[in-house]
C-alpha cells in the first residue's frame, strides 16, 4: 500500500481579538477587565458581552453573556461599544500576513484560518519553529497575539490551537493524533454543540476516547452523513483539504415592491419572505452571522438601515426573521409608502459544523 503523504496544518487563531485591538489603540487598557460589547447602562443595559479580555474571563465574563450580568459580576470593567470596521480592516491586514506562511490559506473566520505548511517543515520540530516565527510577525508587525495549534489535519490542529490561550502553540504529535485527542471532551469539537453533547450524554459518551470506542457504523446511524465526520474527527482520521475560499463580507436579499406599498404588514411579510431567502443563501454559503439588518427605502427614496449583533453566531432563519421586524418596527408609525424591503447579514464566520469545512 502506498503511504498517504504527511500534512501539516496550522489553525492561527487571534487573542480575544475584537479587545486586543481596542488594547493596541489604547495601551492604558492594557492589564484591565476590557468588555466589547453592549452598553451595560449601569447595569440596566440589554444586549450582550461580544468578546471580553481574558482579566474580564476572571469575574467569569463570557461572549454571548447578557450585558447586565457583566455588569453584576464586574462592574469595574472598561465597557467598549464594537467598532466592526476597524476590526474588519485589522482581520484583513493579518490574514494578508498568515497567508505568506502557508503553502495554502484558509480564512474560516473574522480572527482565524488554517495554514498548509507540510511543504516548509519537515517534521514537529520544525513546524514548532515556523509557528513561532508567525507569532512574532504576528506580534511585531501587528501587535497582538495569537494562538496556533498544530496538527497532521485540520480538525485535531483546530481543536489544539484552543488548549492553552492565550499566546499558546500546543503541538498535537503527528504520529499519534489520535491519543492526544483521547482524554479531550467532546464539547471540544467543533461543531459539536450542548444538544449533540447531551445526546452523547446520554450514551455514555464523554470524552474523544469514549467516541473512539464507537463503530462508525454507529454513528452513521445516529447522525447520517455528520456521523462519518465526526468519526473521521476523533480518530484523526480526517483529510480534508486546505483551500482557499472567498469568504462573503456580508450577503443581501432586498425586494422593490412592483408598486409602493403603504400598507405595513405587507413590508413585514415582504421582509419574511426575503429573510428566507437569504437563510437558505446563508446554509449554501456555510456560514453563521452575528448581525442581522435591515433596509427600507420609502417613496421618495429616502433610505435607512439599522442593525443588531446578536448574542452569538447563528445561522437560524426564526433568529433573522425576528430581527428583521424588530428593526422595522420603528419605521412603521411613519405612514409613508415603502418602496423597497431589504434584509443583510454580515460578521460571518464559516459554520465548522457543517460538511464544506471539515466534513467527510
Ligand atoms: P473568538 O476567536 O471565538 O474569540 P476571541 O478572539 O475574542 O477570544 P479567544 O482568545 O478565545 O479566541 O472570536 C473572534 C471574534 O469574533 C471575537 O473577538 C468577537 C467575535 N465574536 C462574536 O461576535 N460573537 C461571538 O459569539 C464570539 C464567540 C465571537
Ligand atoms: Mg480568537
Not at 492604558?28 to 453592549?38: E, M, N, S, T
Not at 517543515?121 to 513546524?127: G, K, L, R, V
Amino acid at each position: 500500500m502506498q503511504q498517504e503523504t504527511r500534512r501539516i496544518i496550522f489553525h492561527v487563531d487571534l487573542d480575544a481579538f475584537y479587545v486586543s485591538v481596542e488594547t493596541r489603540g489604547n495601551p492604558a487598557l492594557r492589564g484591565l477587565p476590557v468588555v466589547v460589547g453592549a452598553d451595560p447602562e449601569r447595569g440596566m443595559g440589554r444586549g450582550v458581552v461580544i468578546t471580553c479580555s481574558y482579566e474580564a474571563r476572571k469575574f467569569g465574563l463570557k461572549s454571548g453573556m447578557p450585558i447586565s450580568r457583566a455588569w453584576k459580576l464586574c462592574p469595574t470593567a472598561v465597557y467598549l461599544r464594537a467598532n466592526f470596521e476597524l476590526y474588519e480592516r485589522v482581520s484583513e491586514e493579518v490574514m494578508g500576513t498568515l497567508k505568506g506562511f502557508g503553502d495554502s490559506f484558509e480564512q474560516t473566520g473574522i480572527d482565524e484560518a488554517f495554514l498548509d505548511v507540510s511543504g516548509r517543515a519537515a517534521d514537529a520540530e520544525e513546524a514548532e519553529q515556523l509557528a513561532l516565527v508567525v507569532k512574532r510577525v504576528v506580534r511585531s508587525v501587528h501587535r497582538l497575539s495569537c494562538s496556533i495549534g498544530i496538527g497532521p489535519n485540520k480538525s485535531s490542529a483546530k481543536i489544539a490551537s484552543d488548549q492553552q490561550k492565550p499566546d499558546g502553540l500546543t503541538v498535537v504529535p503527528l504520529d499519534s493524533p489520535a491519543a492526544f485527542l483521547a482524554p479531550l471532551p467532546v464539547s471540544v469539537i467543533p461543531g459539536v454543540g450542548r444538544k449533540t453533547q447531551a445526546f452523547l450524554k446520554g450514551h455514555g459518551i464523554e470524552t474523544i476516547s469514549h467516541l473512539q470506542a464507537v463503530p462508525g457504523k454507529q454513528l452513521m446511524t445516529w447522525f447520517g452523513k455528520t456521523g462519518v465526520w465526526l468519526w473521521g474527527v476523533a480518530n484523526a482520521q480526517e483529510r480534508i483539504p486546505v483551500r482557499a475560499r472567498e469568504m462573503p463580507k456580508s450577503l443581501a436579499v432586498e425586494r422593490t415592491f412592483r408598486e409602493d406599498v403603504q400598507e405595513f404588514g405587507r413590508v413585514y411579510s415582504e421582509a419574511e419572505d426575503a429573510a428566507h431567502e437569504l437563510a437558505a443563501r446563508v446554509a449554501q454559503a456555510a456560514v453563521r452571522f452575528r448581525v442581522a439588518g435591515i433596509k427600507i427605502r420609502f417613496r421618495h427614496f429616502e433610505t435607512h438601515t439599522r442593525e443588531r449583533t446578536l448574542p452569538g453566531y447563528t445561522d437560524s432563519e426564526d433568529v433573522l426573521k425576528q430581527t428583521a421586524k424588530d428593526l422595522l418596527r420603528e419605521f412603521e408609525s411613519r405612514n409613508e409608502a415603502v418602496r423597497l424591503v431589504g434584509v443583510r447579514v454580515s460578521g460571518l464566520e464559516r459554520d465548522s459544523s457543517t460538511m464544506e469545512t471539515l466534513g467527510p
